[in-house]
């Protein structure tokens, strides 16, 4: 019996569990290793999100710095080059994107109006104290000028797919440029043209004829302003498209080398207000579908890029050597290169709230800076 008894207890030994004290330590190990794991693991996911918000803004960056540079590269071209100042032909000074077509760029400071896009709270509107820019140029590659042997108002052209009554057209070749407004199209010759009627309320032409001078030739017109105002069928200072001095007796001056015609417009870049109740960098094109009542409308307002909440932009003018804001800029049509600088943040999306916040507990953003220069004006650099 002694040794039965002995067994059991023994047996009895052997099952025994963990004590109190020992299941008290092993929790507080386990629940240190637990909260180590979890601080590594909330580590890592703050590590992700800022750099997948950062991504993000440095993705937006060069999505707008690439469709900007295609803007201002292309500032004040068209089919013929820029070495010829093109007169404008349309009545009066509108301060539209026409008016300062030989410009090829313009800028606005926080506290410049920019043309048919306000200052405001409301979707689309230009958000208060930022900078903004206008380029103009020409819309698409035009079409060729069959024959304008006659000062008349027809040009004839292979085609007038895209042009619609009340654009704002520029015609050219290798000598000369006019800004002129369409009245109408026609079947003029068994081809297509496009007619440029003067006034008489229907139009924004001051003459019918492309006029090089201001009535004689004596008075030369200035470069991108009016040339003659004549309303009549002819002058003594009619250009013809196609034909030479002397082929036709009404035309005064001429050429026989290709000519195009294309649309203008402007393109305006600025930092607007969303719908989601944020900022943005929109793109909107300035041009002109219709007659004098409304000289010119917004034919399309994008928005590029999210999180953009601030764009500055400085110029720099041929023979200067430093950057300047638009107050500091004597000559537009003198400008070689602009500099962009954007402030974006992070936005609410796949991310949201603390996610895209730094340690600030503000939203985390970048200032980033891009140079372009006008293509149109690289011989000047």
């Not at 693991?41 to 295609?70: C, D, H, P, W």
């Not at 689309?124 to 819309?139: C, F, I, M, P, W």
């Not at 219709?290 to 399309?300: E, I, R």
């Amino acid at each position: 019996m002694p040794s039965n008894l002995n067994n059991v207890r023994s047996a009895r030994r052997r099952q025994a569990g963990f004590s109190l004290i020992e299941l008290m330590i092993a929790m507080i190990l386990g629940l240190i290793v637990v909260a180590a794991a979890g601080g590594v693991f909330i580590s890592n996911k703050r590590v992700y999100n800022a750099t997948e918000t950062l991504g993000r803004i440095q993705e937006n960056g060069r999505v707008a710095f690439e469709l900007m540079s295609r803007d201002i590269r292309e500032a004040g071209g068209n089919p013929c080059g820029n070495a010829i100042q093109p007169i404008n032909i349309l009545e009066g000074t509108n301060d539209t994107f026409w008016d300062r077509f030989g410009q090829g760029v313009t800028g606005y400071g926080p506290g410049n109006a920019l043309p048919l896009t306000p200052v405001g709270t409301g979707t689309g509107q230009r958000v208060a104290n930022t900078d903004a820019v206008e380029l103009h140029s020409s819309l698409g590659g035009g079409v060729q000028v069959v024959e304008h042997d006659n000062p008349s108002a027809n040009l004839q052209v292979t085609s007038i797919d895209g042009f619609v009554q009340g654009d704002i057209l520029l015609v050219c070749n290798i000598s000369q440029s006019f800004i002129f407004q369409v009245t109408g199209f026609s079947s003029a010759g068994g081809g297509l043209a496009i007619g440029h009627n003067a006034g008489g309320g229907q139009s924004l032409n001051c003459s019918q004829t492309f006029q090089v001078f201001n009535g004689d030739a004596d008075d030369p017109a200035l470069p991108g302003g009016q040339g003659g105002c004549n309303n009549g069928a002819s002058s003594d200072v009619d250009y013809c498209f196609g034909e030479t001095p002397g082929g036709n007796p009404q035309c005064d001056f001429g050429s026989l080398s290709p000519a195009y015609v294309v649309r203008l417009g402007s393109i305006q870049w600025y930092v607007g207000n969303n719908a989601r109740g944020g900022t943005s960098l929109y793109r909107s094109q300035v041009t002109n579908r219709s007659g004098t009542a409304v000289p010119a409308t917004v034919l399309a307002r994008d928005e590029i890029v999210e999180g953009v909440t601030d764009l500055t932009v400085r110029y720099l003018e041929e023979g200067e050597g430093v950057y300047t804001g638009p107050a500091g800029v004597a000559d537009w049509a003198r400008v070689i290169a602009i500099r962009l600088e954007l402030q974006l943040e992070g936005t609410e999306g796949a991310l949201s709230e603390r996610e895209i916040q730094g340690t600030d507990g503000e939203a985390i953003g970048r200032t980033l800076t891009h140079v372009v220069s006008l293509r149109n004006r690289e011989g000047s650099l």
